[in-house]
């Protein structure tokens, strides 16, 4: 059976609606609910969904550490508590779906931001001593996005989740590689999903002002999150761009977000493939929603991003992308950065 959220809401108010969903027997047949929410919009969040709370209680998040989202999975295991909400932007949902693993008790994802396809997604991103690591967990069992909440978050987060999803063309193509190179089986229905989420987002004329591009954007994240509970892995949406961005964010911490990234690091595979239409698509796209195309734009020199592409394979070790398939030397990659700066005319 296709595993799927037993609801997914996007709209203005959600989370004012919170209590419905918390009545579905689904969601909890007669034991205690906790609210996980973050300490940056954690009062005016716990103000609005105090009204059909009922008896669920408010705990909160310190941040997007394992060690956090361990203290949450311990108080919910002392409460003996029935299922989890997770209410806020991705750090807050990754460290209560963390949680909710530990404790052994289902998890409602509530976004109020759409920085990256994180809000389904089987993967937790934490920080953590040595840096920042992906931990699986089982995905959200409701999900629900308040449009409200996501008109109020930071602009650029909210266009970040553009370039995660875009990603996922290239992450597809890496992955089409990896069985035709490697006979690495590959699952055509979340490819299909992953494409279909990517391919949503990327000739919309309008942009994160409006209602209908918000809702367009909200769901292709949920979708690009399903394809990877479909593949069993993060191969359809992450690939030799999302190698590279984690090789960033070893190297240079605090660079830049998980989607800024993820854009220029999979409009620079297209350029390594030598794909012209694509790469234009996606830097079109890139451009029209004001995100960084080139190093560069993130304060990068080429330098600096060719020791991230050297060091990218590394940091999904077995994984085959364009960059595996290459094996360019640092010399090379220099170049091909250098070329791609000026190809997309910066």
């Keep these: 059976m296709l595993p799927a959220p037993l609801t997914m809401e996007v709209r ?51 941040d997007g550490t394992v060690d956090a989202a361990v203290s949450l999975g311990a108080d919910l295991r002392k409460g003996n508590y029935e299922a989890v909400v997770g209410v806020g932007g991705g750090r807050t949902i990754d460290a209560t779906k963390y949680a909710a693993s530990l ?50 978050a930071p602009p650029s987060l909210v266009r970040s989740g553009i370039g995660d999803v875009l990603s996922n063309l290239s992450a597809i193509e890496d992955w089409q590689l990896g069985n035709t190179e490697r006979g690495e089986p590959i699952d055509g229905l979340a490819i299909s999903m992953s494409r279909t989420a990517a391919e949503a987002v990327l000739g919309r004329p309008d942009s994160i002002e409006s209602d209908a591009f918000l809702t367009v954007l909200a769901e292709a994240l949920i979708l690009s999150g399903m394809s990877m509970v479909i593949a069993g892995s993060s191969r359809p949406a992450s690939g030799g761009d999302h190698e590279i961005l984690h090789a960033v964010d070893q190297l240079f911490p605090g660079t830049s977000n998980h989607g800024e990234l993820a854009g220029i690091g999979a409009a620079f595979c297209y350029f390594l493939r030598e794909d012209a239409h694509r790469l234009g698509q996606v830097t079109a796209c890139l451009e029209r929603h004001g995100l960084p195309v080139v190093p560069g734009d993130v304060g990068l020199t080429t330098e600096q991003f060719t020791a991230a592409v050297m ?36």
């Design 12 to 62: 203005r108010g959600a989370i004012a609606q919170l209590g419905t969903l918390l009545a579905d027997s689904r969601v909890a047949t007669s034991g205690r609910v906790a609210v996980a929410v973050g300490v940056g919009q954690g009062d005016r969040i716990a103000e609005v969904i105090a009204p059909s709370l009922g008896e669920a209680e408010v705990l909160r998040v310190a």
């Design 103 to 152: 404790a052994g008790i289902p998890m409602v994802a509530v976004a109020t931001n759409l920085s990256h396809d994180g809000i389904c997604s089987p993967v937790a991103s934490l920080m953590y001593e040595g840096g920042k690591g992906s931990f699986g967990v089982p995905m959200p069992l409701a999900i629900m996005v308040d449009l409200e909440f996501v008109h109020d």
């Design 311 to 346: 060091l990218a394979p590394s940091t999904r070790p077995g994984r085959y992308t364009i960059l595996e398939h290459l094996r360019l030397s640092e010399h090379e990659v220099r170049e091909r950065v250098e070329d791609y700066v000026r190809a997309v005319g910066r």
